[in-house]
């Protein structure tokens, strides 16, 4: 839900669900420099279809002409893996709730959707800054371990095996994303937590409610309402009746250190539950789709499923979910030869950085077995994604699965693939596919 510190580092609360840095931007798509190779045309091709498309040739261009570039309204633009990198280990850019408020009101920025949820949210792991984010941060670790993790491995193998199972008996077509990759994340969190299964279809409804909080706000906070009434309850039973799941374990942990209090517990239970599902998604979506469009990588997987967790991290690398996120500046620093002032909003395209060939060979290039693989789309430094693992978990299974339980597997004829309207995030609307020859 944050720039990462969540399961699979979805949602960006850092920013507003419309990029509103992108929006202010004095190029907008259908002006004729929208094409030219200024820099502000550059910015605001971010918004044409054919971004939405295939950023990552933008990218190159951004790379090439200016990669620590400032608009004329103050902000700043990032493409550079190696600038990127730095950044995102530095204290003085600023994940804090409040600065980013200040920073994109000084704009014109519309935050009410904003400023509403992160009120309810109050000062979690995704908004905050150390020293609160290491306290808190460190408190989750000791409950969200890898071998938590890791025990899950088989329980997401049977939630996968039973969705295909569905997809396959209903024919020879399947939409992977209603089929599949939606709905495990969404399951695999519910065991995660210990959420009863006669409870799930609610929670589920909340979730695709909290999803539309920015066309909808009073009907999200009915959601959120309903949720953290459901939630509170529930780690009121697990303080009773304690379980072998993640509520349990964070109540322990706060058993043992007075310092997470209740209003935080709860907070970070709500952003833990609710982070992860569109991403790992994405991600299962968004490598089968790079998979199917490069047959002969698609080919060396189904000879050795060994690969696949190397595969993961190269499909995560090849088309990144979280395009860009977003810091303030909390106090000047350079980058790049250039000097970013208190206050300014800087965007780190963590899609430009790993395709960046300074620090990949060959990266457009989709390659299984590509040693030394350090992307950042999990991101880097205090803020890496605590849930990383988990959404690789998923995907690894999910993947592995497909490739091998259905040697036929296509992309379907027709429309072309719709990509949703966020330049933040690359996220497939449907990917239908054929199973069977």
Same mark, same amino acid.
């Given at each position: ?13 850092? #920013? ?15 002006? =004729? &420099? ?10 605001? %091709?971010?918004?044409?279809?054919? &971004? ?30 190696? +600038? ?18 200040? &920073? ?53 193998? $049977?939630?996968?095996? $039973? ?7 209903? #024919?020879?077509?399947?939409? !992977? ?105 994405? !991600?299962?979506?968004?490598?089968? !789709? ?7 990588? !698609?080919?060396?997987?189904? @000879?050795?499923?060994?690969?696949? $967790?190397? @595969? ?23 980058? #790049? ?19 960046? =060939? ?32 988990? %959404? ?28 949703? +309207? ?16």
């Amino acid at each position: 839900m944050t720039s990462t510190d969540t399961l699979g580092g979805a949602r960006d609360t850092a #920013g507003p669900a419309r990029p509103e840095g992108l929006a202010v931007c004095p190029v907008q798509p259908g002006d =004729p &420099a929208a094409g030219s190779v200024r820099p502000d045309g550059l910015v605001a %091709a971010l918004l044409t279809p054919e &971004a939405r498309r295939d950023p990552y040739p933008l990218y190159a261009r951004m790379r090439r002409e200016d990669p620590v570039h400032r608009s004329p309204q103050g902000i700043w633009y990032l493409t550079r893996h190696a +600038d990127v990198e730095a950044a995102l280990g530095d204290l003085r850019l600023s994940n804090d709730r409040d600065r980013m408020t200040r &920073a994109y009101s000084s704009l014109g920025g519309d935050l009410k959707a904003l400023s509403r949820l992160t009120e309810r949210l109050g000062r979690v792991m995704s908004n905050t800054d150390p020293p609160d984010h290491a306290r808190l941060r460190k408190l989750a670790n000791k409950a969200f371990t890898a071998r938590r993790v890791e025990a899950l491995r088989g329980g997401v193998q $049977r939630i996968v095996d $039973r969705l295909i199972d569905e997809a396959v008996a209903a #024919g020879p077509a399947m939409e !992977l994303i209603e089929a599949v990759a939606s709905p495990l994340p969404m399951s695999v969190v519910c065991e995660l937590f210990g959420i009863p299964d006669e409870d799930r279809p609610q929670v589920k409804s909340w979730f695709s409610r909290f999803g539309r909080l920015s066309e909808d706000i009073d009907k999200s906070e009915e959601a959120i309402d309903g949720y953290e009434e459901y939630l509170s309850g529930l780690i009121r039973r697990r303080r009773r009746e304690p379980g072998d799941d993640l509520i349990s374990a964070l109540v322990a942990t706060q058993t043992k250190d007075d310092r997470l209090t209740d209003s935080e517990l709860l907070s970070t239970c709500f952003v833990l539950i609710t982070a992860g599902d569109e991403t790992t998604t994405q !991600l299962i979506a968004n490598g089968m !789709l790079a998979l199917l469009r490069n047959p002969d990588q !698609l080919a060396a997987l189904r @000879a050795d499923p060994d690969l696949i $967790r190397g @595969a993961v991290e190269e499909l995560a690398r090849y088309d990144t979910v979280t395009q860009a996120i977003v810091r303030v500046v909390a106090e000047d620093l350079e980058i #790049g030869g250039r000097t970013l002032r208190e206050g300014e909003l800087v965007y780190l395209f963590l899609g430009a950085t790993n395709r960046d =060939p300074e620090r990949f060979e060959n990266p457009d290039r989709l390659d299984l077995s590509r040693p030394g693989n350090r992307h950042l789309s999990f991101g880097h430094g205090p803020h890496f994604c605590l849930g990383g693992p988990l %959404a690789k978990l998923q995907a690894e299974v999910a993947i592995g699965t497909l490739v091998r339980r259905l040697p036929g597997l296509r992309l379907a004829d027709g429309e072309p693939l719709e990509w949703r +309207d966020n330049p933040l995030q690359r996220r497939l609307a449907a990917l239908p596919l054929i199973h069977r020859p």
